[in-house]
């Protein structure tokens, strides 16, 4: 029973706040739209996959440190968790430094390489720049999260991230209407958020109650790689649902211009919500098994795995049902103009993309398994195939065979065959007798 009640806690912990963090994109969705139309919607859309790769590079150094400082932690190695913390934070200093330096020079050429036209390059460009000159918040709070979280504090990590994500509601609304900041007002409101978050985590530190802290160590190469292959699941799922939406963007420019980016830019949005709470139930996860792998619990590690397999198929039925039949009134959301192609686009993709829900869910918790418990290559296979290796290929394929409705069934497509993949290496390459 205490195995289930720690499941609850991590994982309804982890979750609320993983949906608070797809909020801070979710509320820009929403705000934009009500605010510049289907062009800014385009645009954001255009820019979220540079928001992916910044995530994705906080997740690969939170998720691959985090994972070795509860293994070394519950293995009594206090120094040894402690180096891992400020290599980490070192790696990401010298990352999220990199990023911002992109967005300071380089965001025009960012702009048109997302494929941004005359008519909204503007908005795409103030968008992109500001994300990347901020990476090193939002890279630090994502450390910080994960340390916080595998430190035995997951109510602080959720707390730090819920109010982030509702002052980036609040700056929004103020920023891009009484202001009428626009675009610009959306993006500032959304780097604010991150900033808020860390000074909620860094309480931690105040009161003394941090398991981990920066000391004087050499920066380990050895080290380094290992938290780099840990977490490098995570940064693949990051990456591939930003090259998914660059690839999708492609095909739907071709298919129906820049309106067709609009209805994508919806399903793109509820599809971060969607696999933050499959995130959330296998971040969640992941202090657990790594906590159990140091000790050897391994009959508490295979409870884990069901009760996050089981969560995720409930959750799917649930949302599927609310996403079949709410599907117009999602779309009418984000549709301030009443625009009536975008609404059928938008609604009918809703319908058919969103059937990759449960498969797309067990992919997830599947990498996380085998990346918290010392494992990454089973993990690394997983990502890089529903991240690169079927789905480009497979969005191109069903997009010639069935035009809009065959890049809205290439996800499900892609996540059905991964899942399939994923049990075959659970039976051949886990570690756990």
């Known amino acids: 029973m205490s195995c289930l009640k720690n499941f609850i806690k991590y994982v309804s912990l982890n979750i609320f706040g993983m949906i608070g ?41 939170g ?93 602080l990590s959720m707390v730090a991230v819920l109010c982030g994500s509702i002052a980036n509601i609040i700056l929004d609304y103020i920023l891009i209407f ?3 900041l626009g675009i610009f007002g959306a993006v500032l409101a959304t780097a604010t958020a991150p900033l808020i978050s860390m000074m909620i985590l860094s309480s931690l530190f105040f009161r003394g109650k941090n398991g ?18 840990g977490g490098l699941p995570s940064l693949i799922t990051e990456l591939s649902s930003g090259i998914v939406i660059i690839v999708f963007n492609m095909i739907i420019l071709k298919l129906r211009g820049n309106t067709g980016v609009a209805a994508y830019g919806v399903i793109a949005n ?7 709470i499959y995130t959330g139930t296998a971040q969640g996860s992941q202090p657990l098994i790594s906590g159990y792998y140091g000790a050897e619990r391994y009959g508490d ?18 949302l599927y049902t609310c996403i079949f039949f709410g599907a117009e009134r999602i779309t009418a959301l984000f549709n301030g103009e009443h625009n009536l192609q975008l609404q059928s686009m938008a609604s009918m993709g809703l319908k058919c993309y969103f059937t990759s829900c449960i498969f797309a869910g067990f992919n997830i918790v599947m990498s996380i398994y085998f990346t918290a ?16 290796i079927i789905i480009v290929p497979m969005a191109f394929l069903m997009s010639y065979i069935g035009g809009m409705t065959g890049v809205w069934l290439a996800l499900p497509a892609t996540e059905l065959i991964v899942s399939v993949i994923s049990v075959i290496f659970y039976f051949k390459f886990s570690r756990i007798p």
């Open 21 to 61: 963090l797809s909020c801070y994109i979710l509320a820009d969705t929403f705000f934009i739209a009500k605010g510049t139309g289907a062009n800014g919607l385009a645009a954001l859309n255009l820019a979220i996959p540079v928001f992916s790769l910044i995530q994705g590079f906080g997740l690969m150094i």
């Open 63 to 155: 998720i691959g440190a985090g994972s070795k400082y509860s293994i070394f932690k519950n293995q009594g190695k206090a120094d040894m968790a402690n180096r891992v913390f400020t290599n980490a934070a070192v790696a990401v200093l010298f990352a999220s430094l990199s990023l911002a330096m992109l967005g300071a020079f380089a965001s025009d050429f960012i702009t048109r390489l997302m494929g941004a036209d005359d008519e909204i390059f503007e908005m795409c460009k103030i968008y992109l720049k500001v994300i990347l000159m901020f990476a090193p918040a939002f890279m630090f709070n994502t450390l910080l999260q994960n340390f916080v979280r595998n430190d035995g504090a997951p109510q």
């Open 178 to 180: 009484p202001m009428g």
């Open 212 to 229: 981990f802290r920066i000391v004087k160590c050499r920066i380990s190469k050895e080290l380094l790689l290992g938290i780099f292959s």
């Open 270 to 276: 509820i599809s971060i919500v969607v696999m933050s």
């Open 301 to 318: 590690i295979r409870k884990i795995l069901r009760y996050a397999v089981i969560t995720v198929a409930a959750v799917s039925c649930v």
């Open 373 to 388: 418990s010392d494992n990454p290559r089973p993990a690394h296979a997983i990502s890089i195939l529903r991240g690169f």
